[in-house]
């Protein structure tokens, strides 16, 4: 079946301490974001990539990194996570749109909801 | 730059009401439009999409048209029903440059019997 998986789906942890987000995609999409959701401002792009090695700032990088080292995974990496970071995050991939180097459409992991407290 | 815009929400219709949710967008290239639809604690689904000028994407009775002189999306079906009740996302894709995608904030629709 295809499909994004993230891990965890809910964590709740305090200000400071590291943490990662993974996401893994079995469909070989050379394009993967992270994205974060909040009431009130829809979903917003953190980090892209467009392929292995690969990654750049989407609308909210502040506070966040990724890593490509693989072409089916993604991890999210908050290195001293803050209140404002509590959120829920998706993962998505999709392969290139064929008209450019644009993107396709995106298919989206379940979520994982963070906590900062 | 870059930006969706769509009607605020929540919306609430009566079954087999007829739908429209606005969307238009700002984009500086060429973009392909979206409407994404989550249903409680899930992820994101396509529901569908357009990507040029004048195309119709149409899924379970949704249509929306991708009007370039209105810089438009709007989302319709003519007959709601209480399992359409759900979260749904305006977006764009830039076509020539990179994998950004941009949403709109989300309209929440709830259809009561």
């Known amino acids: 079946e295809a499909q994004v998986t993230q891990n965890p789906r809910y964590l709740i942890t305090v200000t400071g301490k590291k943490l990662t987000v993974t996401c893994s995609q079995n469909m070989n999409h050379e394009y993967m974001s992270w994205y974060r959701q909040d009431p009130g401002l829809g979903l917003r792009q953190i980090y892209y990539?467009?392929?292995?090695?690969?990654?750049d700032k989407g609308d909210v990088p502040e506070g966040y990194k990724v890593s490509r080292k693989e072409k089916r995974n993604f991890p999210l990496i908050l290195e001293s996570p803050s209140p404002n970071q509590t959120s829920l995050y998706f993962c998505?991939?999709?392969?290139?749109?064929?008209?450019?180097?644009?993107?396709?459409?995106?298919?989206f992991g379940p979520g994982t909801r963070l906590t900062v407290l | 730059g870059n930006s969706v815009t769509q009607m605020e929400g929540p919306v609430t219709l009566s079954e087999e009401a007829f739908l429209t949710i606005n969307c238009t967008y700002t984009a500086t290239g060429y973009p392909s439009l979206f409407w994404y639809v989550q249903y409680p604690g899930e992820g994101l689904q396509l529901l569908l999409k357009?990507?040029?000028?004048?195309d119709k994407g149409s899924n379970k009775g949704f249509e929306a048209t991708y009007r370039k002189e209105t810089t438009s999306f709007h989302l319709e079906k003519g007959s709601v029903q209480v399992s359409d009740s759900a979260v749904y996302f305006c977006?764009?894709?830039?076509?020539?440059?990179?994998?950004?995608?941009?949403f709109g904030t989300g309209t929440s629709l709830t259809v009561i019997p």
């Open positions: 357009a990507t040029k000028a004048d």
């Open positions: 998505a991939s999709s392969r290139p749109s064929g008209r450019g180097r644009g993107t396709d459409t995106q298919y």
């Open positions: 977006a764009l894709a830039l076509t020539n440059t990179g994998n950004q995608f941009y």
């Open positions: 990539s467009m392929n292995v090695e690969v990654t």
